[in-house]
């Protein structure tokens, strides 16, 4: 992305250092954001989100379609994300809006998803066959205890999928189609109606085994810093 386009896409943070000699009332519209929206943290609380789920710059870029120049900047503190931008990175962490602006301590969480809202991601935004794609089914909710998503899984070659680890333990529930969960170096054939719990810091993978996408609910704990 050019300069240009930074500029337009973003509002770059000033200096507002005691050294300052301007005064509030002389300042810009852009410094008098650039102020109020820094009290939020915003980019060290996206840095968090991004060591959390373990991601490289460049592989959160193409996921968001932002280039990983800008994010090191957002994460930086010397740009202020438009709010766009910062609903497109919500999405993907699968958290809401608030958790970069909000105190939610003390308050009743309601997160209410329409079907319409939620975005498709493939497994990893570089793969050529995505074994799976899903949907964060949640991502307007804060500080949640879980995480879920719906997840279809096109059919595959066991060759052709890569098996993962990661902290916390996940729930599986088939919704229709056929799908093979590996564990533990052992395939295991779920169909329409069953589910399956385990300990996702063991490798495993699910593929597709019938002609047509299987479909899923996967719930999984969060990771935790």
Do not use: W
């Not at 503190?77 to 709010?83: A, E, Q, S, W």
């Not at 809006?97 to 308050?107: A, K, S, W």
């Not at 593929?207 to 999984?220: K, L, M, S």
């Amino acid at each position: 992305m050019s300069s240009d386009e930074f500029s337009r896409a973003e509002i770059k943070y000033h200096d507002f250092s005691t050294a300052d000699m301007r005064s509030r009332d002389t300042e810009s519209s852009e410094e008098t954001i650039g102020r109020v929206l820094s009290a939020y943290d915003i980019g060290r609380k996206l840095r968090q989100l991004r060591l959390r789920k373990k991601i490289a710059l460049v592989d959160l870029g193409r996921h968001t379609g932002l280039s990983a120049s800008m994010l090191s900047q957002l994460e930086n503190g010397k740009l202020v994300p438009t709010l766009a931008t910062l609903a497109r990175i919500s999405m993907v962490f699968d958290v809401g809006l608030e958790h970069f602006f909000g105190n939610r301590r003390g308050q009743k969480t309601f997160a209410l998803v329409r079907a319409a809202e939620r975005l498709r991601f493939p497994e990893r935004a570089d793969a050529p066959k995505p074994a799976y794609f899903f949907e964060c089914l949640a991502f307007a909710a804060q500080s949640k205890g879980l995480q879920a998503y719906v997840a279809e899984f096109p059919p595959r070659r066991a060759a052709d999928v890569q098996e993962h680890f990661h902290e916390g333990a996940e729930l599986i529930f088939v919704l229709e189609g056929s799908l093979a969960i590996r564990f533990e170096g052992e395939d295991h054939i779920l169909q329409q109606g069953d589910s399956v719990y385990f300990d996702s810091s063991e490798p495993h993978s699910y593929r597709g085994v019938a002609e047509a996408p299987a479909r899923a609910i996967v719930v999984t704990t969060p990771p935790r810093l």
